[in-house]
């Protein structure tokens, strides 16, 4: 027996991809009556790359950001819900945007378990002469590292136009 899917964990990086991902967390959460989470991740500078802490200075660049980028996840929601389908529950399906830093692996694996998700949906893009063997990075070490379903959507056809396009 199929375990119940009530919440699905849809993390985006605001890519086309992962936009094209979103159709699909659509389509599963109205047929299993489930909830989407949105996650985006800003990822943290690299301990290289920055002091032993955060000066007050990253704070609020962090903030800044994280704001900007919730705003612009809530503007891309609202445009492709009204054109997907004019009589969707789509607004209604999503319970809750969240916007993080940190790694986003980590990040996506935190999430699912503080949110009590039932299943992660994440688009992924290859990259380089070896898209046909690997695994997008963020896709892989969270395949690898969760007990619970991942779905993971390749970057679709260049034929295929989506609504996304006219959005990003």
Sequence with gaps: MIPQ???????TDLSKNSAYAFYYALDLAQRRDATIIILH????LRPMGRRFHRTRQEELLYEEEK???LEL???????VCQRVEKNTRCVQLVSNILVR?????????KAGEEEQCDLFVLGTHG???LKQTF??????????????????IPL???EIKTEWDEVL
């Design 101 to 109: 830093l940190g790694l986003p692996f980590e990040e996506i694996l």
């Design 73 to 79: 996840i809530k503007k891309r929601l609202g445009d």
């Design 156 to 158: 679709p056809p260049e």
């Design 67 to 69: 704001n900007a980028d």
């Design 135 to 152: 695994l997008g990075s963020v896709s892989r070490l969270v395949l690898d590292r969760t007990r619970k379903p991942v779905l993971i």
């Design 5 to 11: 899917i009530k919440k699905i964990l849809y993390a």
């Design 127 to 129: 990259k380089g002469f």
């Design 41 to 44: 991740v800003v990822e943290a």
